[in-house]
């Protein structure tokens, strides 16, 4: 036999259900919010290994000059290289670093290969020195 709930009871059992459904749905909307956080981040670390994947291509080359001499950097290893600004024979200044310490040759063109990554709408190109344009060459 059932006991009969008056009237205090019923309120009481009212406000307990609804604040059970309030918990509920809080609950439910933190873990749909991780959830989606969640699926983003998976999707930014396979965006990014499909980019680091993609091949990089070798577009050609250009001759520039040092424009703007810059200061000695060294890498967490212990190597250092110059970080100087190079102007390119098609207008185009860039920034490039240049192995070993000591000045680059200013009176001498240098070539600079220009690489190219495609990854759908994305592309990224970067600069490598190759070396003076008046330096023997045995290819």
Request: charged residues 25%.
């Amino acid at each position: 036999m059932g006991v009969a709930m008056n009237e205090r009871e019923r309120e009481i059992d009212t406000r307990i259900r609804k604040a059970q459904r309030q918990e509920f749905f809080r609950v439910l909307w933190e873990s749909k919010l991780a959830a989606f956080v969640g699926v983003f981040l998976l999707g930014a670390i396979a965006f990014g290994a499909g980019f680091a994947m993609a091949p990089t291509k070798l577009e050609g080359e250009q001759l520039g000059h040092v424009a703007i001499e810059g200061g000695v950097a060294t890498t967490r290893k212990g190597a250092q290289y110059r970080h100087d600004t190079i102007q390119l024979d098609n207008g185009a200044t860039i920034t490039l670093d240049l192995p070993g310490t000591e000045n680059a040759r200013t009176d001498a063109p240098m070539r600079i290969e220009i690489y190219e990554k495609d990854f759908g709408p994305f592309h990224q190109i970067t600069y490598r020195f190759a070396g003076y344009a008046d330096a023997f060459d045995p290819s």
